[in-house]
Nanobody, 119 residues
Framework: QVHFVESGGGLVQPGGSLRLSCVAS????????MGWYRQAPGKQRELVAT???????TYADSVKGRFTISKENAENTVTLQMNSLKPEDTAVYYC?????????????WGQGTQVTVSS
């Protein structure tokens, strides 16, 4: 089993910043890709940003230039630095990872952390 601990969500004013972190732990595993998705009320879950084990990153167009994803392989940790936040960034943010355990790959999800951008 693989478990995630997410932290860093909260309430922030427009233009402000937040930093989300996610730490994976559990049985021996290898993380191939790790990242963040979000789901706003009444909307589908969407990709925010991902980072692969060897470094390449992917960002949603709506967050490019404002959000930065980074990882620490040794610590099984991914961090999302969110700057210049907008009300439309309000959502539940979910940590997700494509993980190999015992030779089998699967996608794992965290429990989610609320981000609210409001004045």
């Amino acid at each position: 089993q693989v478990h995630f601990v997410e932290s860093g969500g909260g309430l922030v004013q427009p233009g402000g910043s937040l930093r989300l972190s996610c730490v994976a732990s559990g049985t021996p595993f290898i993380i191939w890709t790790m990242g963040w998705y979000r789901q706003a009320p009444g909307k589908q879950r969407e990709l925010v940003a991902t980072v692969s084990r060897d470094g390449p990153t992917t960002y949603a167009d709506s967050v490019k230039g404002r959000f930065t994803i980074s990882k620490e392989n040794a610590e099984n940790t991914v961090t999302l630095q969110m700057n210049s936040l907008k009300p439309e960034d309000t959502a539940v943010y979910y940590c997700s990872a494509d993980i190999g355990v015992g030779g089998a790959n699967d996608v794992y999800w965290g429990q989610g952390t609320q981000v609210t951008v409001s004045s």
